[in-house]
């Protein structure tokens, strides 16, 4: 029980007032002690001491929670896990390009760069969800040296293992010669638990091994953010 709760539940008031609304301190006599306890707010008892009024509000279970700012003048303990999470958000992009992708198998796309990561969830090229939620996830890659040879090539944002968001090029139906650059784009919304990864795969069916992934401009990223929280 906090200093403040022990002050209040320490009354010689015989009768304690009751309201309907959370009052202010011009309402309340020096020394008078009320219960307030307005529809749909949380039960709190009130004292007036010195000028000053002072709250605590009651809890079914003992929890305490905080709707507006916490702040601590002097020792915080903590007996259980107490976490504080930023709103994740960020974007990395290429510092350097990577060369002669592999044909026939998904080669993961590095971003070794980041322009912003607020909470430090992303790392070693993607991105990990540390509270649950939906999340909007968008990648940009830049291709040259494009195979005309090859079948298809495939942009694939991964969930863990799972494919969520793809986009496909049918470079043998689009070019006649093999062409020097293109761009491809792909953007997923979709709903991670606390520690599922998110990355960026290409996949280039068939053909030569010559595609290159460049950084030009910083115009190969990859971004994403937590659109709404605790989602069940």
Request: hydrophobic letters at 35%; charged letters at 20%.
């Amino acid at each position: 029980m906090s200093r403040e709760t022990r002050r209040l539940s320490n009354i010689k008031q015989k009768v304690i007032s009751s309201v309907d609304f959370y009052p202010s301190s011009t309402s309340v006599r020096e020394g008078e002690i009320l219960i307030a306890n307005p529809r749909g707010k949380p039960l709190r008892l009130y004292k007036k001491l010195k000028g000053m009024l002072w709250w605590s509000d009651f809890t079914r279970d003992g929890n305490e929670y905080v709707d507006k700012n916490l702040e601590v003048s002097k020792n915080l303990t903590v007996y259980n896990n107490f976490k504080v999470h930023q709103h994740p958000a960020f974007r990395a992009y290429k510092s350097s390009d990577q060369n002669n992708i592999a044909v026939a198998s998904d080669v993961q796309i590095t971003f070794d760069t980041e322009n912003f990561d607020n909470g430090g969830d992303f790392s070693s090229n993607a991105f990990t969800a540390p509270v649950a939620g939906i999340y909007y996830f968008n990648t940009n890659v830049h291709l040259s040296n494009i195979d005309t040879a090859a079948g298809y090539y495939k942009l694939s944002i991964y969930i863990d293992s799972t494919e969520t968001g793809v986009s496909r090029d049918d470079s043998d139906k689009i070019y006649s010669a093999d062409t020097d650059f293109q761009a491809m784009k792909v953007s997923t919304l979709v709903k991670l638990s606390v520690g599922d990864t998110a990355l960026v795969k290409i996949y280039q069916s068939s053909g030569t091994q010559q595609t290159d992934i460049q950084n030009a401009s910083k115009i190969t990223y990859f971004e994403g953010f937590l659109v709404a929280g605790a989602i069940t």
